[in-house]
């Protein structure tokens, strides 16, 4: 599988990271320039609201909406941490990590939060969830920071490994390594990518983790709520942390200066992948250039067509997202029904699972596949779905069919949806859903003819119009062309354009500059 990352970076739009495999786009990822509350990030907040009906607070982090803290998501060594916050604090706490500090128990799982919270107490927060809807953040104070091949987790001496990692002998060689080098009183959580590292890469890792962790312990002694204490990297980087992997054969950037931090990133991360890094340079937009833009517009919408002539119809609401798998000019095929079901249900399938990441939609997803009567051709469905799924890297549960043929799919949701409108506004009425008048179209071109030939003195006109109105003005025997010749002194070159809308005209001087009206 050949894997392609291109970065484009517009003032307007911010940066905008498409993942291509084997030329096809199946992550789009955007990240504005004035987002403060990404993914990871840690804040100092303060409790505003303790909530017990909910088991929750609200909490100050400078959005414009509380955050939402639930009890299940403090973790259990908050206490430490509350513990930690109050000595920094004070000054009275000198060390980098935590060597010296005594962690408290763990709290309670069935517990109260209005037994550990308090109103206006000092928190640090992580942001779990970013701002979606109408809702402020979702935090964590179980706090984690993020590497290349492991999670540094403070307040704990847990080693844990990634369930991907299937052999016994390598876990056991990775939990050996890391137990080895990892600092007291701090967890760390072995990722997918540690399999086959060596000591050397992973003590590189968790010594750049806990010299973050130094940086944040430094920045909470003088910060102030609500304040950023601890930022996340840049989506690319994010990605490029998460992904990376030697299946990788170019990473295209049109910015230069993202340019730069990709190619120090990658340096730091995987120097060998270092020359695939690549500064986009024509005028054409990388976009374009690389066929993103047409499988953006190809793929977002309402109806997304599939190769073999079915179709989705992709629905979202409030509560839940609906797709609906229909055969289209499949059903005219000469195999029987119940087998050419299955190939429109597995060909449905290979794509949901691609719009689900491409669209990154989160929540309760429901799908309605084509009936089909035999058990073995369902249970054959939902085993390629959830093959079809491993490549997603949001957490997600996927139920077996229902008896009326559904399946349900739960996706991790901490961004808001990708959303790209694929509908343009019409050139002609401008969106209003009104024309100018056919009549008065002729009347309309003249008036401004007359402007410029006789108060702005243009030379060398030509008049851009639609084909069929280019023919109008062009036939008969007293063609509307010799008319204005004979009005004006001039000769009009009157030129079709296909792409023009009916009543679209534009007037160009000699330059074939377009002359403003």
């Known amino acids: 599988m050949v894997k392609e990352l291109i970065i484009d970076s517009t003032p307007d739009k911010g940066v905008t990271i498409a993942l291509l495999q084997d030329k096809q786009l199946v992550e789009l990822n955007k990240e504005q320039a004035n987002n403060n509350f990404s993914v990871g990030d840690i804040y100092l907040g303060r409790i505003k609201k303790i909530m017990p009906g909910l088991n929750a607070a609200f ?6 909406k509380d955050a939402f803290l639930h009890y299940l998501d403090l973790g259990p060594q908050v206490q430490s941490l509350l513990k930690l916050t109050r000595i920094v604090k004070n000054g009275s706490y000198q060390e980098k990590l935590l060597n010296s500090l005594k962690l408290e128990k763990d709290i309670d799982k069935a517990g109260k939060i209005s037994d550990i919270l308090s109103r206006n107490l000092l928190l640090p927060v992580q942001i779990a969830k970013e701002p979606i809807s109408t809702k402020g953040p979702r935090l964590s104070s179980d706090l984690s920071i993020a590497g290349r091949f492991v999670v540094l987790v403070p307040f704990s001496s847990t080693v844990s490994i990634s369930k991907r990692i299937k052999g016994s002998a390598e876990r056991t060689r990775l939990k050996k390594v890391v137990e080895g080098i990892k600092p007291a009183n701090f967890g760390v959580i072995i990722r997918t990518v540690s399999e086959g590292k060596g000591v050397e890469e ?24 609500p304040q950023k204490v601890l930022g996340e990297m840049d989506r690319a980087s994010t990605i490029l942390r998460d992904i990376l992997t030697d299946e990788f054969t170019h990473i295209y950037v049109n910015d230069p200066v993202i340019y730069e931090e990709t190619k120090s990133y990658v340096q730091e991360i995987s120097p060998d992948l270092e020359k695939i890094v690549k500064l986009y340079k024509h005028k054409e937009p990388i976009f374009d250039h690389f066929g993103v833009e047409k499988q953006i517009k ?14 989705l119809v992709i629905e979202h609401t409030e509560a839940l997202h609906v797709v609906d798998v229909n055969s289209g ?6 195999e029987n029904q119940e087998d050419n079901a299955l190939l429109v249900n597995k060909e449905a399938a290979r794509e949901i699972a691609r719009q689900l990441r491409l669209r990154d939609m989160g929540g309760i997803v429901v799908i309605d596949f ?38 349900q799919i739960t996706r991790q949701r901490v961004r808001p949806e990708m959303s790209v409108v694929t509908n343009e506004k019409c050139p002609t009425c401008n969106g209003t859903g009104e024309i100018r008048s056919s009549i008065v179209l002729m009347d309309d071109i003249e008036s401004n003819l007359s ?12 008049l851009c119009v639609h084909p069929y109105i280019e023919a109008y003005i062009k036939s008969g025997f007293v063609s509307k062309r010799i008319k204005w010749f004979m009005k004006f002194g001039r000769w009009i070159k009157v030129k079709a354009v296909s792409s023009y809308s009916l009543t679209e005209f534009h007037f160009f001087n000699a330059k074939d500059e377009e002359i403003k009206l």
């Open 59 to 64: 909490v100050d982090v400078g959005y414009e």
């Open 202 to 225: 992973l003590q590189k890792d968790l010594l750049d983790l806990i010299s973050k962790w130094e940086l944040f312990t430094k920045r909470l002694r003088t910060a102030e709520p």
């Open 298 to 311: 190809a793929s977002f919408g309402k109806t997304v067509n599939l190769q073999g002539g079915a179709y």
């Open 329 to 334: 000019n499949r059903t005219a095929n000469k």
């Open 370 to 407: 084509i009936d089909m009567h035999k058990p073995t051709n369902r249970k054959e469905l939902f085993t390629y779905l959830r093959e079809c799924m491993q490549a997603d890297r949001a957490r997600h549960t996927i139920l077996p069919p229902s008896k009326f043929g559904l399946v």
């Open 451 to 462: 402007f410029i030939l006789q108060e702005q003195n243009d030379k060398g006109i030509t």
